[in-house]
């Protein structure tokens, strides 16, 4: 017991969650692998969004034999977005890196000792953004092959490279894990449209993570991202009505946000010359 509470000291503390809803398929597999990650000081959170299946129960039978992991059950169902907002804060709180994994997502052992080594070689970025092999429905399995994402000194740099989402599967980087005294000065969204929105709400969480700090890029494939036609994303209506409502969220929260005023104003101007000037309606949102 010592010996383990010496080793938790001598770690910085990591919390993931795993924000379920009708997960009974899938969630064991997820928890098996999470409970073989090789780190000894990390904790994981199961929040429960009222599923109707067998989800609730596996959660906590799993819990109840491994106390790093815990449940939360939501009193109603909040959707995707807001329970998973509520995780990211109760993560962060008590933590010194925090993470998601979906609850159909599959980590390798190595998946919180690579990335906490390269955020503390790294002590200003604000991400880790990792590698992962995507798993389609059809079979197809692609991998991400990140060079470097988000890198630049630069806030209007690296927030203007994120919100063009010119790199494929930039969404590796919210799979990875972030600096948690950034992530609880993000939250909430300051848009009261980001509020109700989940439309590649990803996208502007990690662009407020940005505003605080550089990506770091690593090699190593650490997550085996599942793809089903049910999955959230996979809901999304990619339209133009859904483009626009997108782009008003994110200028609302560069306004809204901390960042110099010289600072937004570059920003601001970047959108503008980079991405108005196509139209619209040529924006892509993935």
């Not at 919390?15 to 000081?41: R, W």
Request: with cysteine; charged share 25%.
């Amino acid at each position: 017991m010592a010996k383990t509470v010496f080793n938790q000291m001598k770690h910085s503390k990591v919390v993931g969650f795993v924000p379920t809803y009708n997960a009974e398929n899938f969630l064991t597999e997820t928890l098996i692998a999470l409970a073989k990650i090789d780190y000894p000081n990390f904790k994981i959170i199961i929040g429960d969004d009222c599923s109707t299946d067998q989800t609730l129960r596996i959660a906590k039978e799993f819990a109840a034999k491994d106390e790093r992991f815990s449940v939360v059950q939501n009193e109603s169902n909040l959707g995707w977005l807001k329970n998973s907002e509520k995780l990211w804060i109760q993560s962060a709180a008590d933590s010194d890196y925090c993470f998601i994994n979906p609850h159909d997502d599959i980590p390798t052992e190595d998946f919180i000792k690579r990335q906490v080594s390269a955020l503390e070689a790294n002590p200003k970025a604000s991400v880790c953004c990792i590698q992962m092999d995507n798993h389609y429905w059809d079979g197809k399995i692609v991998n991400s092959r990140i060079q470097e994402f988000a890198s630049s000194d630069k806030i209007p740099e690296r927030v203007l490279e994120i919100i063009s989402r010119k790199t494929m599967f930039w969404w590796a980087a919210y799979h990875g894990i972030h600096r948690s005294e950034f992530v609880q000065k993000i939250i909430p969204f300051k848009s009261e449209i980001g509020q109700k929105n989940e439309f590649s709400m990803d996208l502007v969480w990690l662009m407020k993570m940005a505003f605080y700090g550089p990506f770091i890029t690593i090699p190593e494939t650490l997550l085996v991202k599942k793809y089903s036609k049910a999955s959230v994303s996979n809901q999304w209506k990619h339209n133009f009505a859904q483009r626009r409502k997108l782009w008003k969220i994110i200028i609302q929260e560069i306004l809204a946000s901390e960042l110099p005023n010289h600072i937004k104003a570059k920003v601001l101007l970047g959108i503008q010359k980079e991405f108005f000037k196509k139209g619209l309606s040529r924006l892509k949102a993935y």
